[in-house]
């Protein structure tokens, strides 16, 4: 069975300094990954996803991840953060040996707080 | 175009008491999603549909939930009697349910409390 690691809970940067969220996942094979990011009382927006190709993902909001294999990781980056990017951030795994990523397994997430 | 439709937005019944949600996915969407949020974690999956076949419903608790979804277009998730432990954010997904088109697309969650 797929899971997801998101080791911080919490994370506090100041406005206009870089970003990084850090997402280690569990699975037999190469999986799909995504970050999804989710606002107060809102559902869950995609920002990027992983299927195959290149590493290195670009999304929107100026978000961008790295699948590394070596290291069971997909990191979220964003290079200079804005006080609306505020939100709980979460990664997901998801099964492809159904042929489709139906099966998403999520991480616990991690809340980010921006200061000004 | 019109993204997934979820009601009600906030639900607040006493334990014991039924309890239904309804989601529209977006149109033309195959496969639809009810997944349960707990307080600081994310969401876990309940059942999932292909149309209106219900093929994935292994973390669902059969004992009191059940769900439907008639013509294969909206879902009813329902709890009948609710616990205290039942309190949650229920979101509803859904996703074209191609191959190469695997995003879920969220709509913004019923909030259940039990009381």
Redesign the interface.
Known sequence: AQS?TQPDIHITVSEGASLELRCNYSYGATP?L?W?VQSP??????LL?Y?SGDTLVQGIKGFEAEFKRSQSSFNLRKPSVHWSDAAEY?C?V?ARET??????T????TRLQVTL | EAGVVQSPRYKIIEKKQPVAFWCNPISGHNTLYWYRQNLGQGPELLIRYENEEAVDDSQLPKDRFSAERLKGVDSTLKIQPAELGDSAVYLCASSPGLVGEEEQFFGPGTRLTVL
């Open positions: 997801v799909y995504f999804y009382g809102q559902g869950l927006q995609l996803k299927f979460f997901a998801g042929g489709t990523a139906s099966k998403l999520f991480g616990t997430g």
